[in-house]
Nanobody, 124 residues
Framework: QVRLVESGGGLVQAGDSLRLSCAAS????????MAWFRQAAGKEREFVVG????????YYADSVKGRFTISRDNAKNTVLLQMNSLKPEDTAVYYC?????????????????WGQGTQVTVSS
């Protein structure tokens, strides 16, 4: 069992930055591929970015490429999502997820554990 807890969400203006954090506890965190998903009101949950267990490979959705950066610290059981140049369309609940697959699946069904989510709201 892996428990994931997100933090760092909030209300910001377009162009601002936010950093989300995902703290993991339980089974060996370093063995899991990690990812961030988001779900806007009335829309399906979508893949944002993923990182392999070593942190050497990252995968980004086209919509956030060049603006968002994922990183992980296996010693601290933490995954970070740095979000820059935020846009109103980035508004959503952001979820941290863990997968036992070696690469981050882009479909949410590929993940074993989820956090409770943190709200990010970007005003225009």
């Amino acid at each position: 069992q892996v428990r994931l807890v997100e933090s760092g969400g909030g209300l910001v203006q377009a162009g601002d930055s936010l950093r989300l954090s995902c703290a993991a506890s339980g089974r060996s965190f370093s063995g899991y591929t990690m990812a961030w998903f988001r779900q806007a009101a009335g829309k399906e949950r979508e893949f944002v970015v993923g990182i392999n267990w070593r942190g050497e490979r990252t995968y980004y959705a086209d919509s956030v490429k060049g603006r968002f950066t994922i990183s992980r610290d296996n010693a601290k059981n933490t995954v970070l999502l740095q979000m820059n140049s935020l846009k109103p369309e980035d508004t959503a609940v952001y979820y941290c997820a863990a997968s036992s697959v070696s690469y981050p699946p882009r479909n949410w069904v590929g993940y074993d554990y989820w956090g409770q989510g943190t709200q990010v709201t970007v005003s225009s």
